[in-house]
């Protein structure tokens, strides 16, 4: 296994104390060190020479090194990788009845980059990480010894360009089906794993959802920036007395719509698709309120540099929808984006449902379900926060 080293002036305390990440300018970055193949597991040695962790480099990515483990001479294999994503197995079977969570979350998990969700019989992965990816098929190997029929890789995203992957998706093992049914809080939702966003449904909201039903039984409710019909559906099942999905993507609502039919509700269920800004001011205009409204944007601050132009775009968010909320009622308000803290994206909430002209109370805070654990050293694998309101 090769050896990279941290520079002189690099303290190899924080990996010693359980950072998962060293970046390229904390690492001697010499012709040699240059020259290794991007995700090679290798040594990281302090500077005077002292084993620190194994792990998976990368030259071409500000993060070079990622940490999978601290035993020195433990080699990186199939048994590895299986007690690895075994283990995150048995955590997830405790807590969820059926076998539809997210199996492996990345970092959290201690398999940096690397995210599987399960559908049942079927997985997809998103291997995000150079190791990951050029070790694609031992973790669909893996997953078949483990009891799941059919591996599909998903190739979408940001993350993977950064780290110079490809963007070619394919099935590793077994037939997928095109659509799967996920039942999640007495809610059917139709999750499209080939074709769908991401790998085809986001399981970090469930608990979110679960409380945003609670809310709306009884009552209307509005899901902005719907997807699949997340909050909608799960309000329906939790008894809401209609639904309004609003999305850009005309698949999209038309998979929530399948959920709404297969559930028994589609005559409660209506979708507009259009931009939700747009759709949200002529709601405005016709003076439409509802008991509830949930609003569950794309991550409008992926990055530090779009920070202040992603917490003015939750302010919107906030004023608009809170003039959509019948008086008493609920505002349920999301954001996936990493760079913005949970402080700074309720202050924009905050000042956005003030400027609507509306008081309120804070009600519940969420985060993602615990099928996303969070690494305690990454502040970034905690991305999802969610700030519900009763408003007067």
């Known amino acids: 296994m090769k050896i990279i080293k941290l520079r002189p002036n690099a303290d190899s305390r924080a990996v010693r104390f359980g950072a998962p990440w060293v970046f390229n300018d904390q690492l001697v ?14 040594e990281l040695h302090d500077t005077f020479g002292n084993y620190t962790a194994t792990g998976t480099f ?9 940490v999978l483990h601290k035993t020195e001479g433990l080699e990186i294999d199939d048994d590895w990788i299986k007690e690895k994503i075994t283990s995150a197995m048995a955590m997830r079977s405790k807590i969820y009845d059926t076998p ?10 201690g398999l940096p980059g690397l995210i599987i969700d399960r559908f049942g019989e079927c997985a997809v992965i998103q291997p995000n990480a150079s190791w990951a990816n050029n070790h694609a098929d031992m973790i669909a190997d893996v997953l078949v010894d483990l009891g799941i029929e059919n591996v599909h890789l998903n190739a979408q995203g940001r993350v993977r360009k950064i780290e110079g992957l490809d963007d070619v998706s394919k099935t590793l093992k077994g037939t997928l089906p095109k659509q799967v049914e996920v039942e999640m809080n ?30 709306a039984k009884g009552g209307a409710v509005l899901d902005v920036f719907s997807h699949v019909g997340g909050f909608g559906l799960a309000a329906l099942a939790g008894g809401a007395t209609r639904m309004m999905a609003i999305d850009g993507s005309q698949p999209a609502l038309d998979l929530a719509a399948q959920g709404a039919k297969a559930m028994g509700k589609a005559d409660l269920f209506e979708a507009r698709k259009g931009d939700a800004f747009d759709q949200m001011n002529i709601l405005i205009e016709e003076g ?7 609003c569950d944007p794309p991550a409008f601050a992926p990055n530090k540099k779009a920070v202040e132009a ?3 775009a939750y302010e919107r968010v906030a004023l608009m929808a809170a003039k959509l909320v019948a008086p008493g009622g609920y505002l349920g308000l999301c954001s996936c984006s990493h760079a913005a803290t949970a402080e700074k994206f309720a202050a924009s909430s905050i000042r956005g449902i003030g400027r609507a002209g509306r008081v309120g109370q804070i009600l519940h805070r969420g985060a993602a379900g615990a099928d996303h654990p969070t690494h305690p050293y990454l502040i970034e694998s905690g991305y999802l926060k969610s700030i519900f309101f009763r408003l007067n």
């Open 29 to 42: 970055m010499d012709r040699r060190t240059r020259a290794i193949e991007s995700g090679s597991f290798v």
């Open 288 to 294: 439409v309120t509802f008991e509830t409204v949930i």
């Open 310 to 312: 992603g917490l003015r």
């Open 58 to 66: 990368n030259s071409n990515s500000k993060i070079a090194f990622r």
């Open 186 to 215: 007495g809610a059917i939702y139709i999750a499209d794993l080939l074709g769908g966003q991401k790998t085809g449904i986001f399981y970090d909201q469930r608990d979110n959802h679960a409380f945003a039903a609670r809310l």
């Open 100 to 109: 539809f969570y997210r199996l492996a979350h990345a970092e959290g998990d």
